[in-house]
C-alpha cells in the first residue's frame, strides 16, 4: 500500500484506513482514500484506487485476485463524480470491475463482472459473471441479475441467500490463514 500524493494540488495526503484483521496480499495494490473494515481481504493482483475520490469497503468483504475498484473523479461532466461503497459481507470475484457505484451487504459480484458509474446494487443480489450493470441502473435486493447488459433472471433461493454470510465466514478463515502463515507488510 502507498498513500496518496500531493501532486501539487493542495489537496492533503491520504492514507488507506485497515479494520482489525484486515488482509493485504503483497501483490495487491490499495491506495488513495481507501477505507478496509474489519476482517477484510484483497487479494494478488487486485487495485484498489481511491486516489480521486473515496472508496469505504465494509466488514468480511473479498476483493478476489484481479478485481478493480476504482472511483469516478468530480469534474465538468460530473460535479460531485461518484465514490466506491461496498457493504458488508460482500464477494467481489475474480477480475470483477466496481467503478464509481454502490454495493449493499451480502452480495456476490460474479467473476468478470462490470459495475459502471453511480449504479446501484441493494442488499442480497448475486450477480453472474461476465454480467454487465450500465451507469445508473438499480438492481433490486433478493434477485439473481445475467447478462450484458444485466436483466433480471429470478428471485433468490435460500439457499443462494444463506451462500452470502457461507462465503464471506469462508474467506475470513482463509484471510486468517494468510494472517497466520505470511508476512504482513
Known sequence: MSPLRNHGNGEAEKTP??????????????????????????????VVRGDMHRIRIGARTSVQDGAVLHITHAGPFN?????????????????????????????????????????????????AAGALVPPGKRLESGFLYVGA????????????????RYSAANYVKLKNQYLTEHEQF
Open 149 to 164: 447488459p444485466c436483466k433480471q433472471a429470478r428471485p433468490l433461493t435460500e439457499k443462494e441467500r444463506e451462500f452470502f
Open 79 to 127: 460535479e460531485s463524480g461518484w465514490p466506491l461503497e461496498i457493504g458488508d459481507d460482500v464477494t467481489i470475484g475474480h477480475k470483477a470491475c466496481l467503478h464509481g457505484c454502490t454495493v449493499g451487504s451480502r452480495v456476490l459480484v460474479g467473476i468478470g463482472a462490470i459495475v459502471l458509474d453511480g449504479a446501484v446494487i441493494e442488499d442480497e443480489v448475486v450477480l
Open 17 to 46: 484506513k485497515l479494520g482489525n484483521a484486515v488482509y493485504v496480499d503483497a501483490q495487491a495494490a490499495v491506495i488513495g482514500d481507501v477505507t478496509l473494515g474489519d476482517d477484510s481481504s484483497v487479494w494478488p493482483m487486485a
